[in-house]
C-alpha cells in the first residue's frame, strides 16, 4: 500500500470528475437526438481519464525537474517535489501512460466509427495526438505552454469544446450547433478551476519563474477575471436553455448555481493561499455536477 499511495497522489484522482463532464454533456446531448452507445461512452470515459492522469504525471515531472514545485507551494504535496517517487521511474510511468492512451483511443474511434468514416478516424487520431501533446507539454519539455500563460486557452479548448462537441461527434457522426454554448460554458468553468490553482499559487510560481496568467493579472485581477468565468459561463447556459427549451427539465442545472454563487463569494473574500485551494475541489466538483444536471435536463422529456 505504501508504494501504491504516492502513485495514486500523483495521479490526482479527484481531477477525474471534471475531466469528464464535457463526455457527459456531448453523450447526454446525443441520446436527445437518438443516438447512444455504451461501447462508446465507456471507451470515452476511459480514455478521458487516461489523458487527464497522464496530465497530471506530466505536470508532477515537469513541475518537479524545473523546481517550480517547491516548500513555498500551497497544497498537496507532489510526488517528485517530495522524492516519494523518482523523476526516472515518473518517465516510465508517462511513457507506459501514452501506451495505454494510443490503444484506448484507437478502441473508442473503432468503436464509433470502423472502417466507413476515414475522415472522421482521421480526425479523431490527430486530436488524441493534439490531445497527448497538450497533456505532455503543459509543464514538460524545453518550451511548456503552461510557463507562458497558454493554459487557459488549451484548457477551454480540450475541457470544453473538444471535449463536448468531440464526444457529441462520435455518437453522431456530426457537429449540431446544440453542444455550441454548453461547450463554451463548460470551457469557462474548466478554466475558472485551472486559474483558481494559478492564484492559490500565484507567488511561489512568479518567484519560479512559472507565468501563468493570474501571475500576469496579479491576484486582484485574477479574482475579476475569475468571476467573468463562472458568471459568463452561467449567463451562456441560461441563453441556451431560453434557446434551445424544450420542457421544463432543462433548467434543472439551476440547483448548480447555488455552490457556484458560494464559491464565488468565498473567492471574493479570499485572502491567502489556502483559501484559494479549499475551493479547488469544490469548484470541480460543482462543474462536474452542472454538467450531471444540464445533460440529464435534455434526456429527461
Not at 470528475?17 to 471507451?43: D, E, K, M, Q, R
Not at 523546481?67 to 517530495?82: F, K, L, W
Not at 450547433?177 to 499559487?201: E, K
Request: glycine fraction near 8%.
Amino acid at each position: 500500500m505504501k508504494k501504491i499511495k504516492p502513485w495514486l497522489s500523483a495521479m490526482r484522482l479527484r481531477t477525474l470528475p471534471l475531466s469528464v463532464s464535457g463526455i457527459i454533456l456531448g453523450t447526454c446531448f446525443a441520446y436527445y437526438n437518438g443516438h447512444f452507445s455504451w461501447w462508446v461512452l465507456v471507451l470515452a470515459i476511459l480514455t478521458t481519464m487516461s489523458l487527464q492522469i497522464l496530465s497530471n504525471l506530466a505536470n508532477d515531472y515537469g513541475d518537479g525537474v524545473k523546481g517550480t514545485d517547491n516548500n513555498e507551494r500551497v497544497g498537496p504535496e507532489r510526488a517528485i517535489q517530495s522524492g516519494a517517487i523518482t523523476p526516472e521511474r515518473m518517465l516510465e510511468a508517462i511513457k507506459f501512460n501514452i501506451v495505454i492512451v494510443i490503444i484506448l483511443t484507437f478502441s473508442l474511434i473503432w468503436a464509433a466509427f470502423g472502417p466507413n468514416e476515414f475522415l472522421l478516424l482521421l480526425l479523431f487520431v490527430t486530436l488524441g495526438g493534439m490531445s497527448v501533446y497538450a497533456a505532455l507539454n503543459y509543464t514538460m519539455g524545453d518550451s511548456p505552454y503552461g510557463y507562458k500563460a497558454l493554459g487557459d486557452v488549451f484548457v477551454f479548448i480540450f475541457f470544453g469544446l473538444i471535449s463536448t462537441l468531440g464526444s457529441y461527434l462520435l455518437y453522431t457522426k456530426t457537429i449540431d450547433h446544440l453542444t455550441f454554448l454548453p461547450g463554451i460554458a463548460l470551457g469557462f468553468l474548466s478554466v475558472g478551476v485551472l486559474n483558481l490553482n494559478n492564484m492559490r499559487d500565484i507567488q511561489s510560481d512568479e518567484n519560479s519563474g512559472k507565468i501563468t496568467l493570474a501571475v500576469k493579472l496579479g491576484l486582484k485581477k485574477a479574482k475579476i477575471y475569475h468571476n467573468l468565468l463562472i458568471v459568463g459561463a452561467m449567463l451562456l447556459t441560461i441563453i441556451f436553455s431560453v434557446l434551445y427549451y424544450v420542457v421544463p427539465y432543462n433548467f434543472l442545472y439551476l440547483i448548480s448555481f447555488i455552490p457556484f454563487i458560494v464559491h464565488l463569494k468565498k473567492i471574493n473574500n479570499a485572502r491567502d493561499s489556502k483559501d484559494f485551494d479549499s475551493q479547488l475541489k469544490v469548484l470541480a466538483l460543482s462543474t462536474f455536477l452542472f454538467s450531471l444536471l444540464l445533460g440529464i435536463g435534455y434526456i429527461l422529456y
